[in-house]
């Protein structure tokens, strides 16, 4: 081979190798693989546990034990736990108080173990035996809007107070309009 024909040999294959060019690389799209869902999965599920866990420890702390027992053991106070109120002498709930009433239940469904006591109070205007059957009727009335909420009725139990614990000891229409009420107690035996 002679010296032009090696040029031009050379020539041809550095032509050639130019014009194919180095290869692309290939564009990989990464499909989520399954190793990347199931991890995606089980931090969801810790995440929720972990606000599950933390909702619970909330509504814990909002618990104080009450002084006197409930009619079904030990009750607790829990400042998550709202009071309905009620017009004078009427034990139907009111529309403003269907709100609270639907929090209530929010906060039950998500406890399903827990276990409340309703009670009626009224002000104290009238008898004694008529504010026990008036507080009654009060307790009954919020415990049968909770059951039509969802709210499993074996786990809801009601007394009448009726006169005889005033949130507020005042004699006039601010506090018989605080006294006028249904406050949620949980029960625990």
Known sequence: MTRKSLT???LI???GLIMIGCPKKPVVREEPSAKKE???KIEAERMAKERESKAKEE???SLVAKRTPGIEGEVFESSLLKDN???FDKYDIRPKDVAILRENAALLKKY???KIQIEGHCDERGTV???LALGERRATSTKNYLVSLGISADRLSTISYGKERPLDPGHNEEAWTKNRRAHTVITAK
């Open 8 to 10: 031009i040999t050379i």
């Open 13 to 15: 294959l550095c032509l």
């Open 38 to 40: 199931e991890a995606a």
């Open 59 to 61: 509504f814990e702390k």
């Open 85 to 87: 109120h009620f017009d």
């Open 112 to 114: 399903p173990k827990v």
């Open 129 to 131: 035996e008529y504010n």
